[in-house]
T-cell receptor, first 110, second 109 residues
Framework: ETGVTQSPTHLIKTRGQQVTLRCSSQ?????VSWYQQALGQGPQFIFQ???????GRGNFPPRFSGLQFPNYSSELNVNALELDDSALYLC?????????FGPGTRLTVL | RKEVEQDPGPFNVPEGATVAFNCTYS??????FFWYRQDCRKEPKLLMS???SGNEDGRFTAQLNRASQYISLLIRDSKLSDSATYLC??????????FGAGTTVTVRA
């Protein structure tokens, strides 16, 4: 196993609600990246955090935001949920260029 | 044009067969390359990095052709446990991985 953990494993929300997803990185990894994977698609990069600062962002609107804490764990927050936000949300931790993924949080928006 | 494109398959092969598939990437400045494996409803897991000289890990062989901007994966002596979706991944810069949509391989007994 990678040592990357995510919570919760599954979540059901309704449109307009807000959600917070959590990720604990592998020991020794100071970088966390978040991805969204819709059914039948590859993961799409949302953003990355390095030492508590956003280090890069993909093509996602501002209602997707994040945090990284001093212990390198991270949160992904999504406001004003839309039906299309239903997906598997993956976090990956890394120390160099290889990223190791957690099991993901499956979000369903009704 | 998508950053990474893959043949979605599916590739249905008998046990013991060899299966190979490619992906192409659009950005010639891409720095590093990987194959990840993803089982149904699970997270992607790193299968192997891909180096310019080509590399092999057991029954798996990966090749990179920078001039033509494609990456290949070959699986020899396929096992039932090789059934999965194989994701081609390109590192465009220091932080972003770009994934293809995946190639589905099904190995039958």
């Amino acid at each position: 196993e990678t040592g990357v953990t995510q919570s919760p494993t599954h979540l059901i929300k309704t449109r307009g609600q807000q959600v917070t997803l959590r990720c604990s990185s592998q020991s020794g990894h100071n970088t966390v990246s978040w991805y969204q994977q819709a059914l039948g698609q590859g993961p799409q990069f949302i953003f990355q955090y390095y030492r508590e600062e956003e280090n890069g962002r993909g093509n996602f609107p501002p209602r997707f935001s994040g945090l990284q804490f001093p212990n390198y764990s991270s949160e992904l927050n999504v406001n004003a949920l839309e039906l299309d936000d239903s997906a598997l949300y993956l976090c990956a931790s890394s120390s160099v260029d290889t990223q190791y993924f957690g099991p993901g949080t499956r979000l369903t928006v009704l | 044009r998508k950053e990474v494109e893959q043949d979605p398959g599916p590739f249905n092969v008998p046990e013991g067969a060899t299966v190979a598939f490619n992906c192409t990437y659009s950005n010639s400045a891409s720095q590093s390359f990987f194959w990840y494996r993803q089982d149904c409803r699970k997270e992607p897991k790193l299968l192997m990095s891909v180096y310019s000289s080509g590399n092999e890990d057991g029954r798996f062989t990966a090749q990179l052709n920078r001039a033509s901007q494609y990456i290949s994966l070959l699986i020899r002596d396929s096992k039932l446990s090789d059934s999965a979706t194989y994701l081609c991944v390109v590192n465009l810069n220091d932080y972003k991985l770009s994934f293809g949509a995946g190639t589905t391989v099904t190995v039958r007994a």
